[in-house]
Nanobody
Framework: QVQLVESGGGLVQAGASLSLSCTASGFTLSTRAMGWFRQAPGKEREFVASISRSGSSTSYADSMKGRFTISRDNAKNTLYLQMNSLKPEDTAVYSC???????????????????WGQGTQVTVSS
C-alpha cells in the first residue's frame, strides 16, 4: 500500500523556520519525481516546489524562491522541505506528492501527481 506521511508542521512566528519531512512507503522514492503543494483555507491547492528523481533538478513557485529548499534522501525514502523566513501568508496545509512514474523531471501541475499525503498544518503568526 502506497503511503506518503508528512511531518514537521506547527505554529511559528513570522521570520522563523520550519523543516517538513515526507516519508514514503509502498514504493521506492527514487523512482519518482516529487513535489510539495499547499492549500490555505478557502483557496485552491498551490504548487510550492518540485524535485527530479535524482535530486539534480529543482523548481519553485516564485514566492518561495530563496526562502524554501526542497531536497530528498532516496536512501531514506524521504522528501524534505526547508522553509525559512516564514510569512503569515505561508499558512496552509502542506502536502507532498509523487509525480506520475513516466516523468522524472520537475512539475508544478497537480494533475501530473498521483500519490498524495494527507498534509501537515503550518501556521505562521504575525
Amino acid at each position: 500500500q502506497v503511503q506518503l506521511v508528512e511531518s514537521g508542521g506547527g505554529l511559528v512566528q513570522a521570520g522563523a523556520s520550519l523543516s517538513l519531512s515526507c516519508t514514503a512507503s509502498g514504493f521506492t522514492l527514487s523512482t519518482r519525481a516529487m513535489g510539495w503543494f499547499r492549500q490555505a483555507p478557502g483557496k485552491e491547492r498551490e504548487f510550492v516546489a518540485s524535485i527530479s528523481r535524482s535530486g539534480s533538478s529543482t523548481s519553485y513557485a516564485d514566492s518561495m524562491k530563496g526562502r524554501f529548499t526542497i531536497s530528498r534522501d532516496n536512501a531514506k525514502n524521504t522528501l524534505y522541505l526547508q522553509m525559512n523566513s516564514l510569512k503569515p501568508e505561508d499558512t496552509a496545509v502542506y502536502s507532498c506528492a509523487a509525480r506520475l512514474w513516466q516523468y522524472g523531471s520537475t512539475s508544478s501541475l497537480t494533475t501530473e501527481y498521483d500519490y498524495w499525503g494527507q498534509g501537515t498544518q503550518v501556521t505562521v503568526s504575525s
